[in-house]
């Protein structure tokens, strides 16, 4: 969820007044920050990941299922061990924006031999396990990795059970949404979801096409009962599913994967070639086909949570002259992002970028390149949304909470990450679009994924660079229903090709997904190698991996692969046949209270390996294990300690005022790793 500061949130007003404030002492400390870190010594190779789990209680005997506001109870006791003995800890947990929501990740970064690939859906049960144990099964209470509670919003979706406050008095003023189901553990949610409403000037917009069954009527218009000052009925538009408030978005669950790179100019390469995947992966993942108890026309949750935190205002919007404002703004601040950060990927940034230019200007007069400088001038044409009055004075040379508040309120399909202020650790990319699913093979399977796939576009110095233009097709390409199996998405023929020369049109061409991950010949008879493939030949030419991990690694590729060519589903197509097949179901998008149970009773099965899913996954399992092999154990005890040494005289060189770059070159010279 970002930044979470502790102190006293400030109304919007109030925050407002330092909205200059915060931008301008962000850039001084982001450039501290750089010029502090820029050439640190070769980091690592770690990454990890973040699961969101959903609570839920299904009541057998009333044939219903709630999201259960239970998060602040539990959260707590999942922390016990961080907070007590950190070395002990095996897991993480971290509040997220509902009451019923929780987020979970590794104790601590997984390394980079490729053993540490197969332990990672065994920590993901751990994970699930620590929180069953908070719940109390005889009751109906589970986690669930899922996606968009299908009734979210729906009269008594939750339990215990509120009712909205659509007046100017609540935190969403959501005709559906009641202000008791957002997190009240810390105040950073409730103070998000107020201001985002207050500096936008009215509710948060959401209209999602519904899925014209035989019996929906046409035109789908619904009535608001207690719509009593007619925002709603102005906002929502015929045929689609309204929604109103930020819950609807940051509600839902995902998975994200972050990665260290050795380097900050390794980060802005992999934060770039990772980029044109963000649709790709998001519609292979597809796992959001309903919205407030109807099937919708879309797959994923995408478009629902950039429109739900849509805090522009109509000058920024064009609906209105610039006065107030001193942008147009053309997308959400969660959206697909606006600029590369590699030089390869500089003639590639065909968007037009809207950016703070007296910013923009300060950082490349401080020595930061102007890719770089335009990237953060871009982030920070928004206004802070969530201020502490304790955080508003800081020290630039050694805080970073006003650059982390713009920053991390910019919720893009990637993001840049500069390494926290007094760290160990270093320059990150995080990967942001995959939809959550329903159990931890899979999970793990699109996680391993991505980190092989990193490592393989690095060992072979891969090229996947597109236009950003096209990068944002595909973003649309990507929600629509089926895109995996219906849908072509732009992508380059040759990802073996120059980055810096030939004609950047000529390089492009649709595909199916089918042909991007397992290959195929393209309507000029040029063969594309197909990514898995990819990915198998790197595993065939990296170092040694034993017998379990190779196995497991394998079952991982066939379920991606599969999912890509169609034979297996993808969730948001099961869950749409199981409404579909359902004896209740009127072919009218209604998915009723009965059939909801009967869904998420059916994804707890899935889950917990009670019921088959034949269609959507294969009936095997992984060889996962807690650890890696004993024999791997000093080769890992090796990097760390050369790792540490080399942070160490790093920062001794430092201390004693040798510039960067010289005391890089020094310990090259004196290293004896």
Request: proline share 5%; charged share 30%.
């Given at each position: ?104 990740t ?47 919003g ?5 339990t ?68 009593h000052?007619?925002?709603g009925?102005?906002a ?93 703004i ?15 990927g ?18 490349v ?44 309120t ?41 980190v092989?796939?990193?490592r ?74 197909g ?38 589903m ?63 154990k ?6 760390e ?33």
């Open positions: 969820m970002g930044l979470l500061s502790e102190g006293s949130p400030l109304e919007w007003e109030e925050t407002k007044k330092y909205a200059e404030h915060v931008r301008e002492h962000g850039i001084q400390q982001f450039i501290n920050l750089y010029h502090k870190l820029r050439d640190r010594p070769c980091d690592m190779l770690k990454f990890g990941d973040e699961v969101e789990y959903t609570l839920i209680k299904l009541d057998h005997e009333a044939k219903t299922a709630r999201v259960l506001l239970k998060a602040a109870e539990v959260l707590p006791v999942l922390q016990e061990i961080e907070n007590t003995r950190p070395q002990d800890t095996k897991t993480l947990w971290r509040p997220e924006y509902a009451a019923y929501m929780v987020e979970g590794p104790g601590k970064p997984y390394g980079c031999l490729h053993a540490y690939l197969n332990t990672i859906e065994s920590n993901m049960k751990l994970r699930r396990q620590e929180v069953c144990k908070l719940l109390d099964e005889s009751k109906g209470e589970i986690p669930l990795s899922l996606t968009v509670f299908p009734r979210l729906c009269p008594q979706f939750s215990p059970a509120y009712e909205p406050n659509p007046t100017d008095a609540g935190v969403s003023k959501s005709l559906f949404f009641p202000d008791e189901a957002i997190m009240d553990a810390h105040p950073r949610f409730r103070t998000l979801t107020r201001n985002i409403r207050k500096r936008r000037g009215e509710k948060v917009v959401i209209n999602v096409p519904v899925f014209k069954d035989k019996n929906t009527p046409s035109p789908f218009i619904e009535q608001y009962v207690n719509d000052d007619g925002e009925a102005g929502s538009k015929p045929n689609h599913i309204y929604m109103d408030a930020m819950g609807f978005g940051m509600g839902n669950s995902c998975l994200q994967m972050t990665f260290q790179a050795c380097g900050i100019d390794e980060a802005r390469q992999l934060y770039d070639q990772l980029t044109p995947l963000c649709p790709i992966l998001l519609a292979l993942s597809a796992a959001g086909p309903i919205y407030r108890g109807y099937l919708s026309d879309i797959d994923t949750r995408w478009y629902v949570i950039a429109a739900s935190v849509d805090d522009r205002t109509k000058e920024e919007r064009g609906l209105e002259p610039l006065k107030e404002n001193k942008f147009r053309s997308k959400s601040r969660y959206d697909s992002i606006d600029s590369y950060l590699s030089k390869e500089e003639r590639y940034s065909d968007i037009d970028l809207q950016l703070d230019k007296k910013l923009c200007k300060e950082m007069d401080s020595g930061i390149d102007i890719q770089l400088a335009r990237h953060i001038a871009h982030l920070f044409i928004r206004d802070p949304v969530a201020l502490f009055s304790e955080k508003i004075h800081q020290d630039d040379k050694n805080d970073s909470d006003h650059f982390e508040n713009i920053q991390s910019n919720w893009q399909t990637m993001r840049f990450k500069p390494p926290p202020v007094n760290s160990n650790i270093g320059w990150r990319v995080e990967f942001r679009p995959v939809e959550v699913q329903l159990t931890d093979f899979e999970n793990a399977a699109f996680v391993v994924f991505i092989l796939l990193t393989t576009i690095l060992s072979f110095n891969l090229n996947l660079l597109i236009p950003l233009s096209k990068v944002d097709a595909n973003m649309k390409t990507a929600q629509k229903r089926d895109a995996v199996r219906k849908s072509k998405f732009y992508f380059t023929k040759d990802v073996r090709a120059c980055p810096t020369c030939g004609d950047i049109d000529e390089e492009v061409t649709l595909m199916s997904i089918d042909t991007i991950f397992n290959g195929g010949t393209l309507n000029d008879g040029q063969e594309f190698p990514l898995v493939p990819l990915v198998k030949q790197y595993l065939n030419t990296a170092e040694s991996t034993d017998v379990d991990t190779m196995c497991t690694l394998q079952r991982y590729l066939k379920l991606i692969s599969d999912r890509a060519s169609g034979k297996l993808t969730t948001a197509h099961w869950m749409r046949e199981f409404v579909r097949d359902h004896p209740k179901y009127q072919y009218d998008s209604v998915v009723t209270e009965e059939i909801n149970y009967d869904l998420l009773k059916a994804c707890a099965g899935i889950t917990n390996g009670t019921r088959d899913a034949p269609g959507l996954l294969h009936p095997v399992q992984s060889k996962t294990k807690h650890e890696i092999p004993d024999s791997f000093s080769q890992v005890e090796e990097h300690e050369s790792d540490q040494r080399r942070h160490k005289k790093w920062k001794e060189l430092k201390s004693n005022g040798v510039d960067s770059t010289d005391a890089n070159e020094n310990m090259v010279v004196n290293s004896s790793d």
